[in-house]
């Protein structure tokens, strides 16, 4: 598949068939095109817990916002990843301890592009995901057991769509996006 066609074609997927297992090969593949991302002085400071246990998946899909669509097709999958980060690294010159931004973790940034690949490289795959942000935070980070110096910042999950994807919704014109040119 050429780059525009994945771009134009990959959609949100939330409903997964309950049978189809992503095996560990694909997995890998999904994790090698995360590392692939680029990230603030190649810091790559995002980091995964992968989920496999239907027990673990189905306690974290109840942390979901109340009447989440992505509830029923997290509990279907057998992989929801847990994006996180490293934190205090991305941003931040060691030499001078200087933030070099007004961020104080330039890491959310590096994360959502190493979450690109992964939702790219699933489309190109023939599988599905949706990415989830609305959740008890707290709850979540209990679950897991996540150490202090990482930090929770989505879930996706995976699994091989049920139906064709919907055609995709309408853009912004470019001269939208666009908030002046100097």
């Not at 609305?134 to 929770?152: F, G, V």
């Amino acid at each position: 598949m050429n780059f525009n066609q994945l771009l134009k074609e990959r959609r949100t997927i939330r409903e997964f068939d309950k049978e189809y297992y992503i095996k560990d090969e694909e997995l890998k593949e999904i994790l090698e095109a995360a590392t692939l991302a680029p990230s603030w002085a190649n810091s790559q400071t995002w980091r995964f817990i992968i989920l496999r246990d239907k027990n673990i998946i189905s306690q974290i899909a109840d942390t979901f916002s109340p009447n989440n669509p992505a509830i029923k097709c997290t509990k279907d999958s057998n992989l929801v990843l847990v994006a996180c980060f490293e934190k205090n690294i991305a941003g931040i010159s060691r030499r001078n301890e200087i933030n070099y931004n007004i961020q104080s973790e330039w890491a959310m940034f590096d994360l959502g592009l190493s979450c690109e690949n992964i939702s790219l490289k699933i489309h190109d795959m023939g599988l599905g995901s949706v990415i989830i942000g609305a959740y008890d935070y707290n709850k979540a980070r209990e679950i897991l057991n996540i150490p202090e110096n990482i930090e929770l910042c989505a879930f996706i999950s995976v699994g091989k769509p049920i139906k064709k994807t919907r055609i995709m919704p309408k853009r912004k014109n470019i001269n939208e996006i666009i908030i002046k040119t100097l």
